[in-house]
């Protein structure tokens, strides 16, 4: 059963406007939540993360919401770039008990002209 | 969906011996497998990518040596972490490609390694 649920395989956005990327999570224990961006042929890099004692992280164009009531989190991009087609991959943690990353399977972003 | 299999979940050994860890693709060819080694605060290091068939390509600081990678299937890559010692211990996480311009990438659910 998935942990970490990205419940839409692809979406496109036109370029200025804003990209909400989804997850959910059914593990309670989670307590750290990761964004990861993967271009083609490489490996994928880190982009913002948020412990769960806040529901907001900020970091540029990219925001990240957190809503543990709902187990769900989302990635905010505003303005959306050109650069930003790529696919992002949520991840989830419980850093108390130290455990490993839990992956989503990815949401291909691409942003439209 | 596709999926990754990586094997043991977790191995405790003693410091000088050898690990080995596999990932396997198992509904699909991977070109290309990525190893991972997770750090305190869950982040993410790179540690290689292997394309199969051929050497693989270490990032900088990750000794070759030490972790041996071999990628000798479309299906199958393998991780040794030779001599391992207590400072080795981590999660090792990999992924799989199956190439092209699409960019997919599939996440195995780590190996837990402990070194006494």
């Known amino acids: 059963d998935q942990q970490v649920k990205q419940n839409s395989p692809s979406l496109s956005v036109q370029e200025g406007r804003i990209s909400i990327l989804n997850c959910d999570y059914t593990n309670s224990m989670f307590d750290y939540f990761l964004w990861y961006k993967k271009y083609p042929a490489e490996g994928p890099t880190f982009l913002i993360s948020?412990?769960?004692?806040?529901d907001k992280n900020e970091d540029g164009r990219f925001t990240v919401f957190l809503n543990k009531s709902a187990k769900h989190l989302s990635l905010h991009i505003v303005p959306s770039q050109p650069g930003d087609s790529a696919v992002y991959f949520c991840?989830?943690?419980?850093?108390?008990?130290?455990?490993?990353?839990?992956f989503g399977k990815g949401t291909r972003l691409h942003i439209l002209p | 969906g596709a999926v990754v299999s990586q094997h043991p979940s977790w191995v405790i050994c003693k410091s000088g011996t050898s690990v080995k860890i596999e990932c396997r693709s198992l509904d699909f060819q991977a070109t290309t497998m990525f190893w991972y080694r997770q750090f305190p605060k869950q982040s993410l290091m790179l540690m290689a990518t292997s394309n199969e068939g051929s050497k693989a390509t270490y990032e900088q600081g990750v000794e070759k040596d030490k972790f041996l990678i071999n990628h000798a299937s479309l299906t199958l890559s393998t991780l040794t972490v030779t001599s391992a010692h207590p400072e080795d211990s981590s999660f090792y996480i990999c992924?799989?490609?199956?190439?092209?311009?699409?960019?997919?990438?599939?996440f195995g659910e780590g190996s837990r390694l402990t070194v006494l």
């Open positions: 992924s799989a490609s199956g190439g092209g311009a699409t960019g997919e990438l599939f």
């Open positions: 991840a989830a943690s419980s850093m108390n008990r130290d455990d490993k990353i839990i």
């Open positions: 948020i412990s769960s004692i806040k």
